[in-house]
């Protein structure tokens, strides 16, 4: 399917006619923002199959995979938005200060202006859709670029949109290279843009010339730590479904799996098995490689790698196919080790012990998700505790974008800023802090003004100079600090039995009469 390219020079007229929208004023009421909401739920519910069909065709995608990923969860997301951004949107005011609460300090959230959005191949619906919903819960007009290499996704995105949504307030730029170059040289209120980090890097480096504030979700190699003490079919049946689902092309799917030397054949032996369930006669009905580039990079990676190839291992080029792999004895320097793979291949990488699999994780850049199989809280505490990641998830894969109420984003090279739910909110919000002081307040402030004579300076030093703690005697133990968040503890809990009993009493006549 082709897919209609924005003319280059109409992008800045459509800039222009969006910032004359924001202008108007009329993303101000959360009113309208919760009514622009709604008409996106509806665009996705009414529209579901249209949609699963187009990621069908642009991926080859599962319709149960496009259901559970891609459109269930941006209608989940939009819904969040719906029913929160009331509570989101409300000003608020900061501790209260007896310097500064007669000047009626507030906080207000207000929108950023025109918003870009670059979404990606991979989840072209909800990565477009949740950050979209943030935008506009956040009271922003929104330009979205979605990807070239989707163009069923990307023309369907186009022809419903304008039918739902305030054209003057939100558009679609399609394109690829040149169009995407001449979005960002233009100024914008902000840029979320989801992708590689080569590509990151050209964003970035556009952005800072305009001075535009941006947020990157770039991916990286995120490792898998598997405990041998842990459910071990479990985890081998979650760490092949994270890894297979959409082929391996998830920003946050398992990279690799670290595993004890000693312990790496029975671990294979459960992949196995759970590959055999999983795919009874032949890899069946599976997502395919997004274009012939990103086909030659993963199954060079793979044609190279020194490992063993112990589950599937084929590819058809015609077919842009490869079959879900797993590949054992690989080692740190290997082919499968030397970029982000994004592809259905899974390296299962022996270690002499969990310290130099935590070693090799910090000795490289820090990835967007850390994946630890294990049962046992110390050995979970140990391997969060040691590393740095976007996200950090025990005994599952890839749910954590989709998880509500959680922040989803990078650390590092893997990306900046955080978005899904109220944190795509707070992406696209300014937060514009306002005082309105009385007149009465020179009363008290009146020796700031000059001149500065010392009898200002002693009014000043006695108004304003603040008692430190005690000087500390030295750095706290470790039983201390256990000991004092012990004793926090118990009277945290105290005071919560205390008012559950008197809540109790005042209940108990009424339950009597």
């Keep these: 399917m082709s897919l209609a390219f924005t003319p280059v020079d109409e992008i800045e007229k459509i800039q222009a006619e969006l910032r004359a929208g924001f202008n108007s004023g009329k993303t101000k009421p959360v009113a309208y923002r919760k009514y622009q909401l709604l008409q996106l739920a509806y665009l996705l519910k009414d529209n579901e199959k249209l949609f699963v069909d187009a990621l069908h065709s642009d991926l080859g995608r599962p319709a149960l995979e496009s259901y559970f990923l891609e459109t269930g969860a941006s209608i989940t997301e939009v819904l969040d938005a719906y029913k929160n951004v009331e509570t989101w949107a409300k000003p608020e005011k900061p501790a209260r200060s007896v310097n500064f609460m007669f000047m009626r300090p507030v906080t207000h959230k207000e929108p950023k202006g025109v918003i870009l959005i670059i979404s990606p191949f991979n989840y072209p619906l909800f990565l477009c859709i949740s950050p979209l919903a943030g935008a506009i819960a956040a009271g922003n007009a929104v330009v979205i670029k979605p990807s070239d290499s989707c163009p069923a996704v990307s023309s369907l995105l186009t022809e419903l949109l304008p039918k739902y ?44 010339k305009t001075l535009t504030p941006v947020s990157l979700e770039l991916g990286g190699k995120s490792p898998v730590f598997v405990d041998p003490a842990s459910d071990i079919p479990l985890a081998a049946k979650r760490i092949l ?157 890839i749910l954590i974008p989709g998880v509500t109420g959680l922040p989803f984003g990078g650390t590092g090279p893997s990306g900046s800023g955080y978005h899904t739910g109220k944190y795509g909110f707070m992406m696209f919000t300014h937060l514009r802090a306002t005082i309105d002081s009385p007149g009465w307040i020179d009363k008290v402030l009146a020796f700031r003004f000059p001149p500065y004579t010392d009898k200002n300076l002693r009014t000043l030093r006695s108004r304003l100079d603040v008692k430190l703690p005690a000087r500390p005697s030295g750095p706290p133990s470790a039983a201390s600090s256990a000991s004092s968040a012990r004793k926090w503890f118990l009277v945290a809990f105290a005071v919560a039995i205390l008012g559950a009993l008197t809540k109790l009493k005042t209940r108990i006549p009424a339950l009597r009469a």
Excluded at 167 to 176: D, Q
Excluded at 179 to 184: D, G, P, Y
Excluded at 384 to 390: D, H, M, P, Y
Aim: proline share 5%; glycine share 8%.
């Design 241 to 397: 479904w994270g890894k297979f689902a959409n082929a391996g092309q998830t920003c946050v799917a398992p990279d690799y799996v670290l595993v004890p030397r000693a312990f790496q054949d029975t671990f294979v032996d459960a992949l196995k098995t759970a590959y055999d369930g999983f795919y009874p006669e032949s890899d069946g009905e599976f997502t395919k490689i997004i274009n012939a580039q990103s086909f030659a990079r993963v199954n060079g990676l793979l044609q190279a790698t020194k490992g063993t190839v112990v589950c599937g291992g084929t590819s058809d080029e015609t077919r842009r196919h490869i079959a879900p792999t797993i590949v054992k004895d690989v080692k740190i320097d290997d082919s499968l080790m030397s970029e982000e793979i994004f592809g259905p291949i899974l390296p299962i990488v022996p270690v002499d012990d969990l310290d130099a699999g935590i070693a090799h994780v910090n000795a490289n850049d820090h990835p967007l998700a850390l994946y630890v199989f294990s049962q046992d809280d110390a050995f979970k505490t140990k391997v969060f505790g040691s590393t740095q990641s976007g996200s950090a998830v025990a005994n599952e894969t």
């Design 165 to 208: 949504l305030d054209a003057s307030l939100i558009r679609v730029v399609n394109g690829a290279v040149p169009e995407t170059t001449k979005l960002l040289e233009l100024p914008w209120g902000h840029i979320l843009y989801t992708g590689s980090g080569r590509v990151g890097k050209i964003v970035a480096g556009a952005a800072a």
